[in-house]
C-alpha cells in the first residue's frame, strides 16, 4: 500500500525536526514528548470526526475503545490491535504485537531508550480521538520487546 | 428549506447560527436553545432497552406554531439543528437526512483543517456556502 511509507517517512522527520529545534535551543528537552503528544491530539481529534461520520452512536466506554482498537487503528496502523484488556474501571491495555512505528526499528535493545519519542506521538492520536468522542483519560505506552508495545489508556470520570 | 440553522458544541455553546434575515433572529436563538433539551432527552435514551435509537440524525425534535425543529448529533456530541417553516409541507424527512449529512460532511472539513481551533467558533467560507445553499432565499 502506498500510503503507508508516506506517513512513517513524515513521521519520522516530524521527531527529527522536534529534536533538532530543541538542540539548537529553542525549547527546553523535556517538553518535545509533550509537543509530538499534542501534535498526536490535534491529528486524533480530526481523524475521529472523519471516521465516526458513518457510524452508529457508540453505546458505552468499551464500544468506543473497540472503535479504537479496529477502525482507528487500521486506518492509521493498517492492523488491529492484537489484544484489548480491560478491568472494568477505566483502565484499558491495547497490546500491538508489531506496532507499525516501531517495525523499522531494531528487534533487540539497542534503540530501547529512542522508543518513548516514536510512541508520543500515537498516544496523543489515542488520547484526542478518546476526547472528542468525550472519554477524558490519560495514554501511556511501553515496550518491553521491540515491535511489541502496550497502550495503557486511563479514563478521567468526570 | 430551512429558515435557521445552527451548530452546538458537545458544551452546549454555539459554534454556528445563521437564520434567515428578515425575521427576528432572538427568536430562533430561543427556539434553538429549548430544543437542546429534547436532544438530551434524545440522547440519554440511547443504551436503553426501549427506543434504542442508534442513529445521528434525531428526527423531528418538536413542532412548533410556525417551525419545525429538527436535531442531528455527531458521535463527537456536536449537535445540528435545523428549523423549517410549519407551512413548508413539501419537505420529506428524506430532505431533512441529506441536509444534515450535507451539513456534517462540510463540519467535517473545518474540524480536519489544520488552521481551526477545535472549539472555537465556525469561520470557513467553504461551510457558510453549504448553509447558504439550504437558507430559503429571500429576496
Given at each position: 500500500m502506498?500510503?503507508?511509507?508516506?506517513?512513517?517517512f513524515?513521521?519520522?522527520?516530524?521527531?527529527?525536526?522536534?529534536?533538532?529545534?530543541?538542540?539548537?535551543?529553542?525549547?527546553?528537552?523535556?517538553?518535545?514528548?509533550?509537543?509530538?503528544?499534542?501534535?498526536?491530539?490535534?491529528?486524533?481529534?480530526?481523524?475521529?470526526?472523519?471516521?465516526?461520520?458513518?457510524?452508529?452512536?457508540?453505546k458505552d466506554e468499551?464500544?468506543?475503545?473497540?472503535?479504537?482498537c479496529?477502525?482507528?487503528?487500521?486506518?492509521?496502523?493498517k492492523?488491529?490491535?492484537?489484544?484489548?484488556?480491560t478491568n472494568?474501571?477505566?483502565?484499558?491495555v491495547?497490546?500491538?504485537?508489531?506496532f507499525r512505528l516501531?517495525?523499522?526499528?531494531s528487534?533487540?535493545n539497542?534503540?530501547m531508550?529512542?522508543?518513548?519519542?516514536?510512541?508520543?506521538?500515537?498516544?496523543?492520536?489515542v488520547?484526542?480521538?478518546?476526547?472528542n468522542?468525550?472519554?477524558?483519560?490519560?495514554?501511556?505506552?511501553?515496550?518491553?520487546?521491540?515491535?511489541?508495545?502496550?497502550?495503557q489508556?486511563?479514563i478521567?470520570k468526570m | 428549506?430551512?429558515?435557521c440553522?445552527?451548530?452546538?458544541a458537545?458544551?452546549?455553546y454555539?459554534?454556528?447560527?445563521?437564520s434567515?434575515?428578515?425575521?427576528?433572529?432572538l427568536?430562533?436563538?430561543?427556539?434553538?436553545?429549548?430544543?437542546?433539551d429534547v436532544v438530551?432527552e434524545?440522547?440519554?435514551a440511547?443504551g436503553k432497552?426501549?427506543?434504542?435509537?442508534?442513529e445521528?440524525?434525531?428526527g423531528l425534535l418538536?413542532?412548533?406554531e410556525?417551525f419545525?425543529?429538527?436535531?442531528?448529533?455527531?458521535?463527537s456530541?456536536?449537535?445540528?439543528v435545523?428549523?423549517?417553516?410549519s407551512?413548508?409541507?413539501s419537505?420529506?424527512?428524506n430532505?431533512?437526512?441529506?441536509?444534515f449529512?450535507k451539513?456534517h460532511?462540510s463540519?467535517?472539513?473545518?474540524?480536519c483543517?489544520p488552521f481551526?481551533?477545535?472549539?472555537?467558533?465556525?469561520?470557513?467560507?467553504a461551510?457558510?456556502g453549504i448553509?447558504?445553499g439550504m437558507?430559503?432565499?429571500?429576496?
Amino acid at each position: 500500500m502506498a500510503d503507508e511509507a508516506p506517513f512513517q517517512f513524515l513521521h519520522n522527520e516530524v521527531i527529527q525536526y522536534i529534536y533538532k529545534t530543541a538542540e539548537s535551543g529553542e525549547t527546553e528537552n523535556g517538553r518535545n514528548i509533550t509537543r509530538l503528544e499534542n501534535m498526536g491530539f490535534r491529528v486524533g481529534q480530526g481523524l475521529i470526526e472523519r471516521l465516526t461520520k458513518d457510524t452508529a452512536r457508540f453505546k458505552d466506554e468499551l464500544d468506543i475503545m473497540k472503535f479504537i482498537c479496529k477502525d482507528f487503528w487500521t486506518c492509521v496502523f493498517k492492523k488491529q490491535i492484537d489484544n484489548l484488556r480491560t478491568n472494568h474501571q477505566g483502565i484499558y491495555v491495547l497490546q500491538d504485537n508489531k506496532f507499525r512505528l516501531l517495525s523499522q526499528l531494531s528487534a533487540g535493545n539497542q534503540y530501547m531508550e529512542h522508543a518513548p519519542k516514536y510512541l508520543a506521538f500515537s498516544c496523543g492520536l489515542v488520547r484526542g480521538g478518546l476526547s472528542n468522542l468525550g472519554v477524558k483519560s490519560i495514554v501511556t505506552a511501553e515496550v518491553s520487546v521491540m515491535p511489541a508495545c502496550k497502550f495503557q489508556v486511563m479514563i478521567q470520570k468526570m | 428549506m430551512a429558515v435557521c440553522i445552527a451548530v452546538i458544541a458537545k458544551e452546549n455553546y454555539p459554534l454556528y447560527i445563521r437564520s434567515v434575515p428578515t425575521q427576528n433572529e432572538l427568536k430562533f436563538h430561543y427556539t434553538v436553545h429549548t430544543s437542546l433539551d429534547v436532544v438530551e432527552e434524545k440522547i440519554s435514551a440511547v443504551g436503553k432497552a426501549l427506543g434504542d435509537q442508534r442513529e445521528l440524525y434525531l428526527g423531528l425534535l418538536y413542532p412548533t406554531e410556525d417551525f419545525k425543529v429538527y436535531g442531528y448529533v455527531t458521535n463527537s456530541k456536536v449537535k445540528f439543528v435545523i428549523v423549517v417553516d410549519s407551512s413548508n409541507t413539501s419537505l420529506r424527512d428524506n430532505e431533512i437526512r441529506s441536509m444534515f449529512r450535507k451539513l456534517h460532511n462540510s463540519f467535517t472539513d473545518v474540524m480536519c483543517n489544520p488552521f481551526h481551533n477545535p472549539g472555537d467558533t465556525i469561520q470557513s467560507k467553504a461551510f457558510d456556502g453549504i448553509v447558504s445553499g439550504m437558507m430559503v432565499q429571500t429576496g
